[in-house]
């Protein structure tokens, strides 16, 4: 069964460094997000994706992040220099089309830790 | 926005015993999933069910939209079952966005 992967599963990182957290989505899916799980907290939305640009971004995902699709399989969160608060389980999903219809599929997500 | 509450916050059980975990919303929504966050942080989509009643096993699950509420069922629990349940839900008026609750923390003891 097809499945979204993320890579890599842990990442320590130092304060103000950069990170990219990279995600395969299921081949077919056109619709890509990035959620984010503070450890004990609930997942909270960061941004969604479509046709090469953001569709639905939160209070979250501000300048210090971006997303890229930079080939027709990689989907990329980039966190620009990273605070101590960034320290997060990073999810990533798919959806074959917009979630009205369709369920999203979740990856194991990218454990970040900042130091 | 919209509000997703989940009860218990809680859940000790002793294995075999069954559970009814619950989840409101406080507005129309296009869809809505469980989860089951396992010990490794791994989120398992459990079923996606904007309205109806889905099973899969031990597991069920019932939406009713027009009332704000889905239930999730587990018979015969197991000691596998436990990690964190969530529902997560699309507000309607707000496409492409998820939506979750805080999660019930479930304990299943042999």
């Known amino acids: 069964e097809p499945e979204v992967t993320q890579t890599p599963s842990h990442q320590v990182t130092q304060m103000g460094q950069e990170v990219i957290l990279r995600c395969v989505p299921i081949s077919n899916h056109l619709y890509f997000y990035w959620y984010r799980q503070i450890l004990g907290q609930k997942v909270e939305f960061l941004v969604s994706f479509y046709n090469n640009e953001i569709s639905e971004k939160s209070e979250i995902f501000d300048d210090q992040f971006s997303v890229e699709r930079p080939d027709g399989s990689n989907f990329t969160l980039k966190i620009r220099s990273t605070k101590l608060e960034d320290s997060a389980m990073y999810f990533c999903?798919?959806?074959?089309?917009?979630?009205?219809?369709?369920?999203?599929?979740f990856g194991p997500g990218t454990r970040l830790t900042v130091t | 926005g919209i509000q997703v509450e989940q009860s218990p916050p809680d859940l000790i059980l002793q294995e075999g015993a069954n559970s009814t975990l619950r989840c409101n919303f406080s507005d129309s929504v296009n869809n809505l999933q469980w989860f089951h966050q396992n010990p490794w942080g791994q989120l398992i989509n459990l079923f996606y069910i904007p309205s109806g009643t889905k099973q899969n096993g031990r597991l069920s699950a019932t939406t009713v939209a027009t009332e704000r509420y889905s239930l999730l069922y587990i018979s015969s629990s197991q000691t596998t079952d436990s990690g964190v349940y969530f529902c997560?839900?699309?507000?309607?008026?707000?496409?492409?966005?998820?939506?979750f609750g805080s999660g019930t923390k479930l304990n299943v003891k042999p």
């Open positions: 999903a798919s959806s074959p089309s917009g979630t009205a219809t369709y369920e999203q599929y």
């Open positions: 997560a839900v699309e507000y309607r008026y707000n496409f492409n966005k998820f939506y």
